[in-house]
């Protein structure tokens, strides 16, 4: 991929000394055509994760501009409502499972864990591999499906009978639901993976009260995964199973239930929201605590609110079905609990304004970002607490308001901080710096574009204009406010046009960056940019909250690791104790093998349910070949050696 | 180390969605069969008399020549012959005397007639009439009359191209064919006598009922309440052929022929244009409550009685209201038409329980009184007794397991609906009883004043129903509901019954694997005969319903037996064989069960009919050797 | 350091590194004396296990919820259906819970190295888990419904489908651990391995019991 | 409706924001209801409105006061425990406040949904809503059932009278939604529900589907007439009433093109062979402004064109094109003309 | 990378091909020509020494699974489903077993529907758009498994009456099997 030859400025790793060298060589990947399929490090997958997310924001863009053309005028004939509704969906879902989560949730989380943690490599690399392909073919399957007009076309939240037998004729919806399990299996295994190192490879000294925060609200993100993730794999295997072979699960006539979807595709979808903002939040706690050049101020806060955001996310589910008329003591109830969540949001917002108030703001390009989502999260939030009153939300529910709103909060809390954070770790990554000019240009194309954009359509919405209308009547009045969003999308275009130009061009001739160039705490600034393929050249302990701000300059490290073999350290979850060491399974082609043939059983299994006993054995195969020890493995233990029990 | 063993689980079980698949295919086909009755206590079950004693009917019949004039026999609708040479002890002698085949393979449901030593046998569409001469030996046919009737008709006929037969009077043979003519023919010649057209297939109506002559007019009423046609009763002049009345069965009062005499016991049938005011505006023009039974008459009231049929379409939310004057029974004057009174058993009837079924006119003593009565084994599971002058109900009890009412409330006159078996637009609802047919459907019972019984053939089936938005498209099915129907509690689906009328009782019973979907026939020798869908033509003692006789024709049997003395002074049992009707229809019209809502649901009742009889239609006619 | 108890054999901070290699600080923690293998909660795979029961029991107890959810929507449960037979599923459960033995032994076993043992338990296992999967293939012709009935069957099929895709890995699973355990590589963490498989086993005979219960129990008792 | 909370500059830039000339608007509140729902928008908008200020006050002065440009990481600053103790009140009176806030917002949004929800008074008009793929079906139920009023997508309700709306799906879910009126509703299939709502101002008032429900969602709209007593009751004496017998030729000749062509597939009108429930029943289309679910207006060449090429209209929709003849199609046209 | 390219093109042109009308949605086409009436012939005898080729009659529609599932609704709408039930039949034949009596090719089915037939089957002549014509004969002969699954219908949200086209084999064997419990 795009990383470059290792950029050596740490005199203490120069790699040419003896440990450097010999750890390089164990920790190698294998290069080649086959070997880019058996690479299995972190920062590799990690990489490729966002790379491959970023082009699918890109595509979804590519929609969303579809889509704002449509609706430049009234009874518009660009595109019928047919491609409309697979467009509309198309954006939805792509932007929601194919960029959010990966970029924000599996990319980042994959690349800078480890790395925060002072892990020589994720847990179960071979399975976080193996979530990558498998993200990717979710994505070829519903791309695959778009450019064969077998788009789905029933909204990204399919709901039923919509997108049931009944009224979705064809394989569309099927491609949308196994495109599901396809993303959500990747999700689910990257949670494990990543949920694994932060309780198990941090370094010693990390204990759970020095943690960065920005792990906590990965872990917490993981278990919001691995506890709302399963809702929609239910959602939609159970919608496949009425499409494929004749379940009844959402068939009203035969004792199904149309809301039951809803409760359980909900039961996901309100804490997938906090799934993609927490890092969005993550990533600002740590500019934040970086560029007010200070320890953050209510860490523990902080991290409580992050706990609890992760908790009351689940609780709030049913604020996203007041129109359908449910009791109202559930309305109050769900009302509160969604009004509750502004709680920890807002304490963070406000341990944030207190940092920079009592720190040193240094005002740089990353910060600028970090200002854009200040605003522009506001924004989306309090209109969110609007949202949670039942009367307010019955009446702008499923409107351009509601649309607003949640472009408020998904770009407030996602894009924006990305962007903060590409512009942060850039030079981590990279190993040179990104340009500032070019940065702050984007970002004002980008914040100009999208409030033209998304401002307006709170207007359209309190006018009535529901969403997912292909096209409206003249006598609406809706024209005027329609073409001023759509001409937001031409500054938001600019905006991304400009940021891919300061990529390509910062990655050819950006400043070299250095270990630390923002002078930040975290453990990730203290080996080369980019990190060798070994990470550290000896595993850090840690003493402080901030290490590379706190620990004294002697420090210890951990010695005694193998360098023969990739072994890695096992520490206590809460006080980090060193307990046993593992080792890492290294590169692999099976996980890409793996992926092949589930992807093969999956995309099968939409056509006939055949694919499935006929699928099976290739995959146990290839797990077999996964799992199955070979090699010099088991490497020699020392005689008499005492397992922990 | 064995880095990811967890992910085997994982990406294994991710497949889960598809897992049930797997097993599907694997054991696609294995399946339970379906039973609404596992634990659910029913609600209402018939009684039985333990105790029962004899008590001979005390009032008049008609007398009795010998010969079968018209379908139900007499006036009074008994079928009851009081030619005795049969009886118990030689009736297992009873040997085949001839057979005729008519050439037809639909559903025979005709009695044959016997007049003047000849035979009429009227068969299915296209509604031939054999005239067959009793005198010379294997009955040989005198003259066959094709009255011709239009194929497409075949498209209007809900429940198979049935015919009920004729009737005959004052030298005439006349009946009804599919295509709406009413003709009479001359009993001796064959020849045409008239012909008149008194129903439009365009609009879905069809004739299927026997007519019934009273006083030298010639009733018929029309078939095709699964159409949207508007139902009626007509009265044509024996002699021409004019129609004399036509009394429809809703709309306004001078078309229903209601007038001053009209005198219904129960408030509710009281008012003014009911035949509108209960149905949503205009729906009462396709409102079905067609006239497709059996008429009786009572000559010293001078009235006919006669029930209507279910209001359309099957989907009860598409018209509110009680839906006047369907699914209920009409006491008129056969000169003029007029109502006398009106009693509905299925108010706003939701499961096609059509009330056209036969009245039997009888003088029974209740709590103590002698009444003249009407006995009526409705579709909806009760046997009615009813005050046949006023049209006051005096019981209705329960012959047949129901789930879909409480019971009958004798003050109002109302039937209780259990409002959790209302069936909705949308939502399956599960276990209802008796099914669409009915506990008993057209199948004629008949009264043995000897016993003091009625004997029942009848339905013992339940069904799930589903309503759904219908289409009135004239000249298609206006039904709007997808129905599946399925063997009763105790996994039967027939029974034959004999019912005392005065307690309200079941004395004995017959079950069979299939619906009783033939009539029955009483002798004086105390044996009643009926035959089943399989194609089993039995006789059985009247007094306990052992099996005395039987035999098995070529194919199921949905007829109605009659017996005669023939021209040797013997009796002569006959029945058509030949299986058809709702009930046979999946042999008749080779339908498919695979699909549970074939013939309106009924063909899931009937799946493995086919394994036990074929098409046919043959005229068998026995006697003791 | 309330852990270092539990562990044989410490860490140990000491001032110089034991590779022979310059060090820029004085201090060290050696971990060389650490042990290579864990057993129990402290094993990496252990966790991550819990996470996979954690996914699958959410959405057992999801489909549970969808269970009595659609249980609501109707008056008879089971609507128009006999209850499911109990001759396999009562046999089932009861091999299940036998199986729990062989399961804990191994567990119990594997720390201790006794590759024999491990060896057989996996063997007896594995066959509990065949007798298990074999009834279970009767047990679905024993439902008394098809899955393409109503809303009721076809949350019985998914329910106890899913739970046969459970016992299906787990029987592969443990066939392959079987497979590993004739051959030499069958110690260290693969040790480890077999006694989370049988935690895994345990998971499996849980769900089972609960979609027993809910199967076979509610309705006849609901 | 919300005078209370004026700070006059900002409210003359948020009223000209939402300038709107028609009834479809949610701060335009025709019935009280919506007005108590905009009472609630508004209320809830200024309060969160200063929120929003305060916050960006407070970041730009944060930025402000500690803002530095420099290129190189800064030193990190010493702990200042007093600072951190006085920030940190800082932060938590913002929570309490934040909760405070938060509190009164949720009880005023519980005080609405009662005044939105509960039914004041007893006569209600019931109206039941069923939706179908794309296209409103309206009945008033009677328990006599002979009053019993079908139609389509207009929906006659008399003022100051309360209005019991009972919803129904025949396929997907749909949701109703009048602006204007009140808040929305779902259609759920297998779900009855109901709803009410009280309109004071005679008027048209438009309203659309606001769930997604396929190729046509965009064309789903309807109307809602609001009229007094009177007038609501004659336009009820006049559905009521059977078609109109064609009085022209023309309109005879129209009558039985309809009869004879596909029209009579789909459609009813009462009095004729036609009583297809599956479109809209057409007894007395003339009567209402729109057709095509508030696509098209009741016009001679708008009644023409759909007939002749709905798909071009609304692409997808149930109806079927009709290639008829000029004179025969002129004929239709003034036969459904003539059905008031 | 390349070999990831290489695939998502192999898959795409796979899909394209797998797919390429299966969902096509037809909203404004005009139907095949009409001229199929004149065309099409029921009988395989033919007088005389040499058989009349017939032009293979096809249907564009029955390649569109949206077009499949229209004449899946249209069958409920226009009250087939009164006479033929879901296709098991009941006053007209069943639609799901191998016995045509008017012929299975589309174009002959489509010739029973617009003009009926002789024993009870109206004609739909003027009073459906010829396209829906197309459409149902289409949705017929996915009854009796002569289209690909693919293209045919789900089950409807209804009362499960026989499995869906999509989800059972393609030709479906004749007649009842299995051997029937005694008669008590």
Redesign the interface.
């Given at each position: 991929m795009t990383v470059a030859e290792p950029i050596i400025a740490n005199d203490q790793d120069t790699g040419k000394s003896e440990l450097a060298r010999r750890l390089a060589r164990t920790w190698c990947q294998p290069k080649g055509f086959l070997g880019w399929f058996s690479n299995t490090h972190h920062t590799v997958i990690g990489i490729r994760f966002m790379v491959t997310a970023f082009i699918f924001l890109l595509l979804g863009g590519v929609l969303a501009a579809m889509i704002r053309l449509q609706l430049i005028r009234p009874e518009n004939s660009l595109i019928g409502p047919d491609l409309y509704n697979q467009v509309f969906t198309m954006h939805g879902s792509t932007m929601i499972f194919l960029f959010a989560v990966p970029m924000m949730f599996q990319g980042f989380g994959v690349y800078i864990v480890p790395l925060m943690c002072g892990a020589r490599n994720i847990a179960f690399p071979r399975l976080n591999a193996f979530s990558y392909y498998l993200y990717v073919g979710g994505a070829l399957v519903l791309w695959g499906g778009f450019v064969t007009n077998t788009g789905p076309d029933v909204g990204w939240f399919a709901y039923v009978p919509l997108s049931g037998p009944a009224y979705s004729p064809g394989h569309r919806a099927d491609i949308w639901s196994q495109m599901i399990t396809f993303t959500e299996v990747s999700a689910l295994g990257v949670a494990i993976c990543i949920a694994t190192t932060i309780l198990r490879h941090r370094a010693p000294g990390m204990t759970l009260n020095r943690m960065p925060i920005l792990l906590w609200e990965k872990l917490v993100i993981s278990m919001a995964v691995i506890f709302a993730m399963p809702a929609v794999m239910i959602a939609s295997g159970l919608l496949l199973l009425d499409r494929l072979v004749g379940t009844h699960f959402f068939n009203p006539a035969q004792g199904g239930d149309v809301l039951l979807y809803q409760h359980l595709f909900w039961f996901f979808g309100h804490p997938e929201v906090y799934i993609i903002f927490l890092p969005g939040a993550a990533i600002v706690s740590t500019l934040v605590e970086c560029f007010s050049r200070r320890r953050i101020l209510g860490y523990t806060p902080i991290v409580v609110s992050v706990v609890a955001t992760g908790f009351i996310g689940f609780s709030v589910w049913v604020h996203h079905m007041f129109a359908t008329g449910l009791p109202q003591l559930s309305e109050s109830f769900f009302t509160a609990a969604s009004l509750m969540i502004v709680i920890p949001t807002g304490l963070q917002f406000f341990c944030w304004v207190a940092t920079m108030w009592t720190g040193r703001l240094q005002l740089q390009l990353p910060m600028l970002w970090c200002f854009g989502f200040f605003f522009v999260f506001l924004i989306g939030g309090l209109s969110g607490v609007m949202l949670a009153s039942v009367p307010v939300d019955l009446q702008v529910h499923d409107t351009y308001f509601v649309v607003a709103h949640f472009h408020y909060v998904l770009i407030g809390g996602a894009l924006f901080p990305m962007f903060a954070g590409i512009y942060f770790w850039f030079p981590k990554i990279t190993g040179r710096m990104a340009n500032t000019t070019l940065g702050t240009w984007h970002f004002w194309l980008f914040f100009i574009g999208f409030n033209t954009t998304f401002f307006t359509l709170h207007f359209l919405g309190l006018r009535g204009m529901p969403r997912r209308v292909y096209t409206y009547g003249a006598d609406m009045h809706w024209q005027g406010l329609n073409v001023l969003a759509s001409s937001g999308v031409v500054f938001m275009t600019a905006g991304l046009l400009v940021f891919l130009a300061n990529v390509i061009r910062s990655l050819r001739m950006g400043k070299i960056a250095g270990n630390n160039p923002w002078g930040d705490a975290g453990l990730e600034w203290s080996m080369s940019s980019p990190p060798p393929p070994y990470n550290f050249l000896h595993v850090p302990t840690v003493s402080g909250r901030d290490p590379l701000w706190e620990d004294p300059p002697d420090q210890p490290v951990v010695v005694g690791l193998r360098d023969d073999i990739r072994e890695t350290l096992v520490t206590h979850s809460l006080d980090t104790d060193p307990q046993h060491k593992d080792e890492d399974p290294g590169p692999s082609i099976w996980p890409f093998l793996t992926a092949l043939t589930v992807s093969a059983a999956f995309v099968g299994s939409i056509f006939t349910p055949w694919a499935v006993p006929i699928g099976a054995p290739p995959v146990i195969v290839t797990m077999i070949g996964w799992l199955w020890p070979r090699g010099q493995s088991p490497t020699p233990r020392p005689s008499g050696e005492i397992w922990v029990r | 180390m064995v880095s990811s063993n967890e992910t085997s689980h994982l990406a294994a079980c991710k497949c889960w969605p598809a897992i049930p698949a797997l097993c599907l295919v694997l054991l696609g086909g294995f399946a339970g069969e379906r039973s609404a009755f596992a634990q659910k206590p029913l609600i209402l079950q018939p009684t039985i008399e333990r105790n029962y004693q004899p008590h001979p009917y005390q009032g008049q019949l008609e007398g009795d020549d010998g010969q079968w004039v018209r379908p139900a026999k007499d006036y009074a609708s008994t079928r009851y012959s009081s030619l005795d040479q049969l009886n118990a002890s030689n009736v297992k002698t009873l040997k085949l005397a001839f057979t005729f085949s008519t050439g037809m393979t639909h559903g025979h449901e005709a009695a044959p007639l016997v007049v003047n030593n000849t035979m009429y046998i009227v068969t299915p569409f296209p509604n031939n009439l054999y005239a067959l001469d009793l005198t010379k030996p294997g009955a040989p046919m005198k003259w066959v009359y094709e009255p011709l009737p239009t194929p497409a008709s075949q498209g209007v006929a809900c429940c198979d191209v049935v015919n009920r037969g004729a009737s005959y009077d004052d030298g005439k043979i006349y009946y009804n064919t599919l295509d709406n003519q009413t003709v009479a023919v001359d009993a001796v010649t064959g020849r045409e006598v008239w012909k008149t057209r008194v129903g439009d297939i365009n609009k879905g109506e069809s004739m299927t009922m026997a007519p019934l002559v009273v006083k030298g007019k010639v009733l018929v009423g029309n078939s095709g309440g699964e159409f949207g046609v508007r139902g009626w009763l007509t009265a044509l002049d024996g002699k021409t052929g004019k129609i004399v009345w036509r009394a429809y069965t809703a709309g306004p009062d001078k078309d229903v022929l209601i007038g001053p005499r009209f005198k219904p016991f129960y408030p509710q049938d009281r008012g003014q244009d009911l035949g509108v005011k209960t149905w949503p505006p205009d729906s009462w023009k396709i409102g079905g409550g067609t006239v497709w039974g059996w008429i009786s008459y009572d000559p010293q009231l001078n009235l006919i009685y006669y029930g209507t049929a279910n209001p359309g379409p099957w989907d009860a939310e598409a018209r509110p209201g009680d839906n006047k004057f369907t699914s209920g029974i009409f006491a008129r004057d056969p000169d003029t038409g007029e109502a006398v009174w009106f009693y509905q058993f299925s108010p706003h009837d939701l499961y096609d329980y059509d009330a056209v079924n036969e009245n039997i006119l009888l003088d029974l003593p209740i709590n103590g009184q002698n009444r003249k009565v009407l006995v009526h084994p409705d579709r909806n599971g009760y046997v009615y007794v009813m005050d046949r002058t006023t049209g006051e109900v005096l019981s209705a009890n329960v012959f047949a397991p129901i789930t879909t009412s409480r019971g009958v409330d004798l003050k109002t006159g109302q039937l209780q609906y259990v409002e959790e078996k209302r069936p909705i637009t949308g939502k399956v609802v599960q276990g209802l009883c008796p099914a669409s047919p009915g506990a008993k459907d057209w199948q004629p019972s008949a009264f043995s004043p000897r016993t003091g019984l009625l004997y029942i053939p009848h339905n013992h089936l339940c069904m799930d129903e589903e309503d759904l938005t219908p289409n009135y498209i004239a000249g298609t099915p206006y039904v709007g509901a997808n129905v599946r129907m399925y063997d009763g509690p105790g996994g039967y689906g027939g029974e034959f019954t004999a019912w005392d009328p005065i307690e309200g009782k079941v004395v004995w019973t017959n079950q069979d694997h299939f619906p009783v979907w033939s009539g029955a026939l009483v002798t004086a020798g105390d044996i009643v005969f009926y035959g089943t869908l399989d194609g089993w033509f039995k006789a059985v003692d009247a007094h306990s319903g052992t099996l005395l006789w039987q035999f098995k024709t070529g194919s199921g049997i949905i007829g109605q037996p009659t017996t005669y003395k023939g021209p040797d002074g013997k009796q002569y049992v006959a029945i058509l064989s030949g299986v058809g009707g709702w009930a046979g229809a999946i042999v008749a019209g080779g339908l498919d069960a695979r699909d549970e809502s074939a013939a309106l649901g009924f063909a899931n009742a009937m799946k493995d009919l086919p394994h036990y009889t074929n098409k046919g239609g043959m005229l068998y006619v026995f006697a003791l050797p | 350091m309330a852990t270092r108890a539990i562990s044989d054999t410490p860490a140990k901070w000491g001032d110089m590194g034991s590779i022979n290699e310059p060090i820029r600080r004085p201090l060290t923690l050696d971990v060389s004396s650490l042990p290579s293998v864990a057993f129990g909660h402290r094993n990496t795979t252990w966790l991550a296990n819990v996470f996979y029961m954690a996914i699958e029991g959410m959405m057992f107890a999801l489909m549970f919820a969808t269970y009595f959810y659609l249980r609501t929507r109707s008056t008879d449960w089971p609507p128009g259906h006999l209850p499911p037979a109990l001759t396999y599923g009562v046999t089932n459960a009861l091999i299940f819970v036998f199986s729990l033995a062989p399961a804990w032994w191994v567990r119990r076993r594997a720390p201790e190295g006794d590759r024999r043992a491990v060896r057989n338990g996996l063997l007896v296992l594995a066959l509990f888990a065949l007798v298990a999967t074999a009834f279970r293939v009767f047990e679905f012709t024993t439902l008394n419904c098809r899955w393409s009935d109503d809303a009721y069957s076809s949350t019985v099929w998914v329910l106890i489908g899913m739970h046969s895709g459970h016992l299906v890995t787990e029987l592969i699973e443990t066939l392959v651990l079987f497979a590993i355990s004739l051959t030499p590589k069958m110690e260290g963490t693969r040790l480890a391995d077999a006694a989370i498989n049988s935690d895994y086993w345990y998971f499996v005979v849980i769900t089972g019991l609960i979609v027993d219960v809910l199967i076979y129990g509610t309705t006849r008792f609901l | 409706m919300n005078s209370g909370f004026t700070f006059v500059p900002l409210r003359f830039l948020a009223q000209a924001?939402?300038l709107?000339?028609?009834h479809?608007?949610?701060?335009h509140p025709a019935a009280p209801q919506?007005g108590?729902?905009e009472w609630?928008?508004w209320i809830?908008?200024w309060i969160?409105f200063a929120?929003?200020v305060l916050?960006?006050v407070?970041?730009a002065?944060?930025?402000a006061?500690?803002?530095?440009?420099?290129d190189?990481?800064?030193?990190?600053?010493e702990?200042?425990e007093e600072?951190?103790r006085r920030?940190?009140w800082?932060?938590a009176s913002?929570?309490g406040i934040?909760?405070i806030t938060?509190f009164l917002?949720?009880v005023?949004?519980?005080v609405?949904?009662?005044r939105?929800?509960g039914l004041t008074s007893k006569n209600p008009v019931t109206i039941q809503i069923t939706g179908h793929?794309w296209w409103w079906e309206i009945s008033y139920?009677n328990s006599?059932?002979?009053q019993?009023?079908?139609t389509a997508n207009e929906i006659h309700v008399p003022i100051n009278t309360p209005v019991v709306v009972l919803?129904?799906s025949?396929?997907?879910?749909h949701?109703f939604?009048a602006?204007s009126i009140?808040?929305?509703?779902?259609l759920?299939?297998?779900?009855s529900?109901a709803?009410w709502f009280e309109i004071d101002k005679a008027g048209i008032y438009?309203g659309?589907?606001?769930?997604?429900?396929?190729?046509?969602?965009?064309?789903m709209?309807f109307s809602i007439v609001a009229e007094p007593v009177d007038q609501f009751q004659a336009w009820q004496q006049q559905q009521?009433k059977?078609a109109r017998e064609p009085s022209s030729t023309d309109a005879a000749r129209g009558r039985e093109v309809f009869l004879?062509?596909?029209c009579?597939?789909?459609h009813?009108i009462?009095?004729t062979?036609a009583?297809?429930?599956?479109g809209p029943d057409l007894t007395h289309v003339a009567s209402r402004n729109m057709i095509a679910a508030?696509?098209l207006p009741n016009t001679a060449g708008a009644l023409a064109g759909w007939i002749v090429?709905p798909?071009?209209i609304k692409?997808?929709t149930?109806m079927?094109?009709?290639p008829l003849a000029a004179d025969d199609l002129q004929a239709l046209v003034v036969y459904l003309q003539s059905l008031h | 990378m390349r070999l990831r390219l290489q695939l998502g093109l192999l898959f795409a042109i796979a899909s394209v091909l797998v797919s390429c009308q299966r969902e096509d949605r037809i909203l404004r086409q005009p139907p095949p020509a009409n001229d199929i009436l004149n065309t099409i012939q029921i009988s395989g005898l033919n007088p005389g020494a040499t058989s009349i080729p017939t032009p293979p009659s096809s249907n564009m529609y029955q390649e569109s699974a949206y077009a499949v599932s229209e004449g899946q609704k249209l069958f409920e709408q226009y009250n087939c489903v009164g006479c033929h039930a879901h296709g098991g039949g009941g006053i007209g034949p069943p639609l799901m077993d191998r016995d045509w009596i008017y012929g299975s090719e589309p174009g002959n089915i489509f010739a029973t529907i617009m003009q009926g037939r002789p024993n009870g089957m109206p004609s739909f002549r003027n009073r459906i758009p010829e396209y829906q014509g197309w459409e149902l004969a289409a949705y017929v002969r996915s009854l009796a498994g002569l289209l690909p699954k693919g293209v045919s219908p789900n089950r409807p949200d209804q009362m499960n009456v026989k499995p869906s086209e999509s989800s059972t084999s393609e030709q479906k064997p004749t007649g009842i099997t299995g051997v029937p419990e005694q008669h008590k």
């Open positions: - | - | - | 924001m939402t709107d000339p028609g479809h608007h949610v701060l919506a108590h729902i609630l928008y809830t908008f969160l929120v929003f916050m960006i407070a970041f002065s944060a930025a006061k500690s803002g530095v440009i420099a190189h990481p800064l030193p990190i600053l702990k200042d600072g951190d920030a940190s800082g932060v913002a929570v934040t909760v938060l917002i949720l005023l949004s519980v609405t949904g009662k939105v929800e793929q139920p006599q059932a002979d019993t009023i079908t919803t129904n025949m396929d997907v879910i949701s939604w602006p009140t808040g929305k509703r779902d759920l299939p297998g779900y529900s709803f438009h659309q589907c606001a769930e997604f429900c396929g190729l046509q969602h965009a064309h709209g009521l059977p004879t062509h596909a009579l597939m789909c009813t009462r009095g062979d009583g297809s429930r599956f508030e696509t090429d798909q071009r692409p997808g149930e079927s094109p009709n | -």
